[in-house]
């Protein structure tokens, strides 16, 4: 098993997992535990690859949105500039939203806790 792989694990102790996923390579692993397998469901890869491009992708848009407002009240942008940039971002918005729900995310699945940092979003 190579250690740089992930996924859910089917067990039922967390003992059990332990010793399945044992660095110490399979000589330190028992004989029955060395049929077991992990199950590596496609379907729950895919939507944690897609949870953390849109968590990526939802805290690029906010920067985005935080740095246009900054710069519509420094005056930096012309009514034309403005109005582009809100449909832009609102178009953006929506698409990010279509693919939450196309995951099957809910909205606080993409707001990461840092721990002591706190939320992400």
Aim: hydrophobic share 35%; net charge negative.
């Amino acid at each position: 098993m190579n250690t740089t792989q992930c996924g859910r694990v089917d067990s039922n102790t967390l003992d059990e997992f332990a010793r399945l996923m044992n660095c110490g390579g399979p000589s330190r692993v028992s004989k029955e535990d060395r049929g077991a397998r992990i199950n590596l469901d496609r379907e729950s890869v895919k939507n944690g690859l897609g949870q953390l491009v849109l968590t990526v992708v939802k805290l690029l848009h906010e920067l985005l949105e935080r740095q246009a407002v900054r710069r519509m009240e420094s005056g930096s942008l012309t009514d034309e500039q403005i109005e582009r940039l809100g449909v832009t971002l609102l178009r953006q918005a929506q698409e990010i939203e279509r693919l939450r729900k196309e995951f099957g995310l809910e909205e606080e699945d993409l707001n990461l806790d840092l721990g002591p940092l706190g939320k992400l979003l």
